[in-house]
């Protein structure tokens, strides 16, 4: 099945370190999301944008909506142990009666104390 | 308020036999979807149901059906399982009423061994 394109596949960064991680998408996406998923559990949904070129922010971590709505990309800034997990892009087409989550194949996110 | 909740939480079965995972969606929310999530990926989108009808459907071979209780619960069906049905399966809710509305909040999985 259809998945974004999401880079990089993993980071290695030490305790305080900035983070930034992107995806990119060949069609539009009305709607992006942000997720981070720890092992054995379900995603957590972690930011949501609405608006091309929005940019949103959650405590230490900022999305923001890609103007040509194809892509997305999410900061982390000094990060801590806490942020260690996989983390996912998906974007959603709204409208019609279909809004199926469409995600990147994920971060990998290690963080060294 | 409780989350989305899924059971069961881990499952064996062995080829060609068939499994029933069951959601429970978050209070009011009244969409479920399921999603398949094979290890080192991310998740697949599989069926959408909303009000107890099926919204949308994602590139799963008919062996795979689900449906929409009226308390908006939900099961999904897998027949004839493959080793490659191996997966976590993820269910997620939403309110799905409007711009703002469809943000999907995930369960923590049913984890699908074929053996």
């Known amino acids: 099945g259809q998945q974004l394109n999401q880079s990089p596949q993993s980071m290695f960064i030490q305790e305080g370190e900035d983070v930034s991680m992107n995806c990119t998408s060949s069609?539009?996406?009305?709607?992006w999301l942000w997720y981070k998923q720890d092992p054995g559990e379900g995603p957590v949904l972690l930011i949501a944008?609405?608006?091309?070129?929005e940019l949103t922010s959650n405590g230490r971590l900022t999305a923001q909506f890609g103007i040509t709505r194809k892509d997305s990309f999410l900061n982390i800034s000094a990060s801590i142990p806490s942020d260690v997990g996989i983390y996912f892009c998906?974007?959603?087409?709204?409208?019609?009666?279909?809004?199926?989550?469409?995600f990147g194949k994920g971060t990998l996110l290690t963080v060294n104390p | 308020d409780a989350g989305v909740t899924q059971s069961p939480t881990h499952l064996i079965k062995t080829r060609g036999q068939h499994v029933t995972l069951r959601c429970s969606p978050i209070?009011?929310?009244?969409?479920v979807s399921w999603y398949q999530q094979v290890l080192g990926q991310g998740p697949q989108f599989i069926f959408q149901?909303?009000?107890?009808?099926?919204?949308g459907r994602g590139n799963f071979p008919d062996r795979f059906s689900a449906r929409q209780f009226p308390n908006y619960s939900s099961e999904l069906n897998v027949n004839a399982l493959l080793l490659g049905d191996s997966a976590l399966y993820l269910c997620?809710?939403?309110?799905?009423?409007?711009?703002?509305?469809?943000?999907?909040?995930f369960g923590p999985g049913t984890r699908l061994t074929v053996l």
């Open positions: 069609s539009i996406f009305n709607t």
């Open positions: 997620a809710s939403s309110r799905l009423q409007g711009v703002g509305y469809n943000e999907q909040f």
């Open positions: 209070s009011g929310h009244k969409s």
């Open positions: 998906a974007g959603q087409v709204s409208g019609g009666s279909n809004y199926k989550l469409t």
């Open positions: 149901y909303y009000e107890k009808e099926e919204r």
């Open positions: 944008l609405y608006k091309a070129g």
